[in-house]
């Protein structure tokens, strides 16, 4: 499985990447996911909405093996929850759209894209969301807005996110004090894989926990200030970096730079923090190098994307396995040998 068509050959904007609108649906006389005992009860579901989308496929989560689920995953296309009690995901061609069934709502439309602001992914969502409303009743109060399986969904349902590269502001030792200021104003920053992930290659997600009480637009609209700031700040804390250790950071970047073009085995966290440089370098203009697609590479370099060509071998040298094909892989992908 290969990474999402949307990610590849995209702007390679210096600090934010891709951005993503999520909206929680519930549907009137159906059992919420965490209490049903029959999948089933969700067919009709399924079946109206791929009547409504015949271009896109339906993925069953029960004919998935591990790895497959784990895939999803690190493609941003389901979360871990749906890996385990998930029906169907409903996904575009290109799997920048995609409609979750059983989640931890009965419907979760998702909508993600690099170069698009996040009003034009909202406005795709809404027309799914308005077009699965005209078949089913949502469960929806006057006074609180969408009902959701958890509170903190309750009101307009939506979640909107945005990938950043943040490299500086994480060297600078400021991301925790930054996340507590977040965390006040009804925002949040995360690691990539959202709720209880850590930071890989100095990413992370901006999002709002705040969706009762302003619109759809007014989240949006906050939410972009807030990025626009944290994007201020880190280029600011990039250029000092550079003009007050501009020997320190060049060093970093070639070493990094090096490595991954000539190292026999990499973990994870190493290559990400190596192309993390490299994206640094690359933004900075100290390396040129032609079609570097830091967010493609990232993704690729995840746990499951480098074990589907590692079946036959036995778990207890996985991790090694693992290590040296992620080490080949990046070695080939920067002209190393």
């Known amino acids: 499985m290969k990474t999402s068509p949307w990610l590849k050959n995209s702007p390679n904007a210096p600090i934010e990447m891709s951005s993503r609108i999520r909206l929680a649906r519930n549907i009137e006389g159906l ?8 999948k089933s009860e969700y067919d009709e579901v399924l079946k109206t909405i791929r009547n409504k989308y015949t271009d896109f496929e339906v993925i069953k989560m029960d004919d998935l093996s591990e790895i497959e689920k784990q895939l999803m995953i690190e493609k941003f296309l389901i979360s871990p929850l749906f890996k385990r009690r998930g029906h169907s995901l409903i ?7 995609s409609i979750m069934v059983g989640e931890e709502d009965h419907i979760r439309i998702q ?5 698009h602001s996040l009003e034009e992914l909202y406005e795709i969502a809404s027309d799914i ?9 949502y469960q929806f109060d006057r006074q609180y807005g969408f009902k959701t399986a958890c509170p903190t969904n309750v009101g307009t349902g939506l979640r909107a996110s945005v990938m950043l590269h943040l490299p500086a502001l ?6 925790r004090r930054l996340r507590d200021v977040l965390t006040r104003m009804g925002y949040t920053l995360r690691g990539i894989y959202g709720e209880g992930s850590n930071p890989v290659g100095d990413v992370y997600q901006l999002s709002n926990q705040v969706t009762l009480g302003l619109s759809e ?4 609209h906050h939410l972009d200030e807030i990025k626009e700031q944290i994007i201020y700040e880190e280029t600011r804390m990039r250029e000092w970096f550079y003009h007050n250790r501009a020997l320190t950071v060049r060093d970093a970047i070639f070493r990094s730079y090096g490595l991954l073009r000539y190292a026999e085995q990499m973990s994870l966290e190493e290559a990400a923090m190596h192309l993390s440089h490299i994206k640094y370098g690359v933004d900075m203009d100290v ?3 032609e079609n570097f697609e830091f967010q493609a590479l990232l993704k690729q370099i995840q746990h499951a994307f480098i074990r589907q060509g590692l079946e036959d071998v036995e778990p207890v040298h996985l991790e090694a396995a693992e290590n040296k094909a992620r080490a080949t892989f990046l070695k080939r992908t920067l002209g190393g040998k």
């Open 111 to 115: 909508v993600m894209n690099v170069g």
């Open 129 to 137: 969301d308005d077009t699965i409303e005209k078949d089913f009743d």
């Open 31 to 38: 059992t919420y996911p965490h209490l049903i005992k029959d």
């Open 170 to 175: 994480t060297r600078n030792n400021r991301i």
């Open 217 to 220: 637009l007014e989240i949006i």
């Open 91 to 97: 996904v575009s061609e290109d799997e920048s759209t």
């Open 287 to 289: 390396l040129e190098l």
